[in-house]
């Protein structure tokens, strides 16, 4: 198995940890030196103990739809929908790997909106 397919395994148990509520599963896949970047917020959260502590302290963890996942080589791109029982955002994950495990993720995610009228007409609605 190459190492696209093994970290795209690796993205898919982080989905499933997240679903699960079981972020204790979390240390299995990323370095304890992880890097999590969202720079919709300025916020960077380095290594395991913060990540620990941010995940243990969330209000409502939100449940993963993933729609797409795309890698290459220690890149891992995953668009997915994050479901807080009411507001739902449209997200992409970029996960970058070393030795099998994540050791970088920066995720950007916007709230879904209804499309406009006007270009109705020149676009299809999924």
Same mark, same amino acid.
């Given at each position: #198995? @190459?190492?696209? *397919?093994?970290? &795209?395994?690796?993205?898919?148990?982080?989905?499933?940890?997240?679903? @699960?509520?079981?972020?204790?599963? #979390? =240390?299995? $896949?990323? *370095? =304890? =030196?992880?890097? #999590? *970047?969202? +720079?919709?917020?300025?916020?960077?959260?380095?290594?395991? &103990?913060?990540?620990?502590? /941010?995940?243990?302290?969330? +209000?409502? $963890?939100?449940? /993963?739809? %993933?729609?797409?996942?795309?890698?290459?080589?220690?890149?891992?791109? $995953?668009?997915?929908?994050?479901?807080?029982?009411? %507001? !739902?955002?449209?997200?992409?994950? /970029?996960?970058?790997?070393? @030795?099998? !495990? /994540?050791? !970088?993720?920066?995720?950007?995610?916007?709230?879904?909106? &209804?499309?406009?009228?006007?270009?109705?007409?020149?676009? &299809? !609605?999924?």
């Amino acid at each position: #198995m @190459d190492d696209s *397919h093994t970290n &795209e395994d690796v993205v898919h148990r982080l989905v499933g940890c997240l679903n @699960d509520r079981r972020v204790e599963l #979390m =240390d299995d $896949l990323f *370095h =304890d =030196d992880a890097v #999590m *970047h969202w +720079p919709q917020s300025g916020e960077v959260v380095r290594g395991a &103990e913060n990540r620990r502590a /941010i995940y243990g302290a969330f +209000p409502q $963890l939100p449940t /993963i739809t %993933p729609r797409r996942l795309v890698s290459g080589g220690d890149l891992v791109v $995953l668009e997915a929908t994050l479901d807080y029982d009411g %507001p !739902k955002y449209e997200t992409v994950f /970029i996960f970058e790997f070393r @030795d099998g !495990k /994540i050791a !970088k993720e920066t995720a950007y995610w916007s709230e879904a909106f &209804e499309a406009p009228a006007w270009r109705a007409q020149w676009v &299809e !609605k999924t």
